[in-house]
């Protein structure tokens, strides 16, 4: 929906950009958007094949046998908080075993999946930690996510109806509405951006993500534009790739108008309901000048 609006000599118009700029692949962004909706393509590119893929690589590249520290991913095993999993000593085979449960109704049916005969203060091997992320769901890989040192990860929501939108706290619609991924920025982007990873600049990460997610909702919504402003007929500025509410678009406009030109223009600039051709629109506008020259005459 164009805007156009005239301070002799300029005439203004804020339109839509047909073209826009992608925030998640043209702009340079801190954080990393990973999702996986059903139709459509969003965020960054990835080779996850699913949530628990991405969240399982997460801990796999912190916690892996080239970190020397203990291991938080054997700890929350051994506490007896996963579900469906645990992490148990053999006195007899001298083993760490990993058990899952294959019948939810009895304890009986606790079996060993997988077993390492050495201490888990060593350097333990990749796959034994690899097996143990694979015995966890989601919420409790998403919940050792969170507690990685210097992670700032938040959800990503869509909204699917005559169109998409999205945030990161979700919809009251639950029919149309579900969690579509993640947006993160790990310690070392924190380290490259702030230099160092403290509470204050955690919380800066998670207003840029939060900005970040806005600014692709814009995109994802259409609201995208451009000016054009003309003196009498003839072009002289333009600028594209503008994203936000109108308000706040014309506000950064009046920013980009040349020295000569009156930002009060912008606080003229009206609605055109109909479709606007601007080589129309100021023939109109000339004849219209003219007209009252000659009336005035």
């Known amino acids: 929906m164009p805007l156009a609006a005239t301070r002799a000599p300029y005439t203004l118009f804020i339109v839509d950009d047909d073209m826009p700029l992608n925030p ?3 702009y340079d962004c801190l954080g990393k958007m990973v999702c996986w909706p059903g139709r459509y393509i969003l965020g960054e590119k990835h080779d996850f094949s699913d949530p628990c893929d991405f969240l399982e690589e ?3 590249s912190e916690y892996s046998s080239k970190h020397d520290r203990n291991n938080p991913v054997f700890e929350f095993l051994k506490s007896g908080k ?4 645990r992490l148990e000593y053999n006195r007899s085979t001298r083993e760490w075993e990993l058990k899952e449960i294959q019948n939810w109704a009895s304890e009986s049916d606790w079996y060993v999946s997988s077993s390492y005969a050495a201490s888990l203060k060593d350097n333990v091997p990749d796959w034994f930690l690899h097996d143990c992320l694979s015995a966890l769901h989601n919420d409790e890989l998403f919940s ?4 990685m040192e210097g992670m700032v990860i938040l959800p990503l929501y869509l909204y699917d109806h005559s169109g998409i939108t999205m945030n990161t706290t979700g919809f009251s619609c639950p029919w149309d509405s579900s969690q579509v991924g993640w947006i993160y920025a790990d310690k070392k982007r924190i380290e490259a951006e702030y230099g160092k990873v403290t509470p204050e ?3 800066k990460a998670r207003q840029v993500l939060e900005g970040e997610v806005k600014s692709y909702d ?3 919504t259409g609201q995208c534009y451009g000016f054009q402003l003309f003196r009498e007929d003839v072009e002289v500025d333009s600028c594209w790739g503008f994203l ?3 308000r706040d678009v014309q506000d950064a406009v009046k920013e980009c108008l040349p020295e000569d030109c009156d930002p009060a223009i912008v606080e003229l600039l009206q609605f ?3 479709e606007l051709d601007i080589d129309e629109y100021l023939e109109e506008l000339r004849e219209e000048t003219e007209g009252l020259d000659c009336e005035a005459g």
Do not use: N, P
């Open 58 to 60: 997460l801990l796999f």
């Open 244 to 246: 936000g509410e109108i």
């Open 272 to 274: 055109r309901y109909e």
């Open 82 to 85: 996963a579900r469906y999993a």
């Open 201 to 203: 600049t955690m919380e």
């Open 218 to 220: 814009y995109f994802l």
């Open 144 to 147: 050792l996510v969170e507690q």
């Open 24 to 26: 998640r692949e043209d």
